[in-house]
């Protein structure tokens, strides 16, 4: 069935118009993503299809999450061999509005984890609703020190979790549910990201001193 579909594509590809395929809002990366067919993937980028070509706002308004990206069609199927593909193909990690990370994130898949991360994501975005200063990611690592500990390792800028915007004192807002010292206390997450954090400043003491 794969090779009748690879031949159906190849014969498929060299009399389509690429102008009507932008025309169309949608590129064929993208269809073949969501149905998980990493060959077409790779067929498409051999023949010239951008990877990195975003759905037209009209086609986005069919999705809650606002999804732009081929790369977050296989992401958000937990298709890692697809992922790889586009990410070697030259997706970039970081368009959609939610970040392909943290999709993969909320997964919980570590592969794909690893693979975003590699590749360029970025682990310090923030959500729109994220009223904190230190990145979004922390929230689903929270029980979970393998991903804590991949994040930490490309970048993860832990003196921000240290960091509130409201500062220490009394005037933090009564409804203000962002987090505070009670979510991580005596957890293995501060044990964790206090050892991050002493290691960055004995490197920035290491450097100074050079």
Sequence with gaps: L???????????????????????????????????????????????????????????????????????FAVSNNDVPSAQALLEGGAMANQDPIKCLQVALRLGNYELIHLLLRFGANVNYFCKVNTTHFPSALQYTIKDEVMMRMLCNFGYDVQKCFDCPYGSGSHIPLNYEGWSDAVIKDTMVRVLLSKYKQHMIDYTALFIKM
């Design 2 to 72: 794969v090779k009748c579909i690879i031949l159906a594509l190849k014969l498929l590809i060299p009399v389509t118009s690429m102008s009507e395929v932008a025309d169309s809002g949608m590129s064929p990366l993208h269809s073949a993503a969501a149905g998980g067919h990493t060959h077409c993937i790779k067929a498409l980028l051999e023949a010239g299809y951008d990877p990195n070509y975003m759905l037209h706002p009209w086609v986005r308004r069919g999705y809650d999450d606002e999804r732009k990206s081929a790369l977050f």
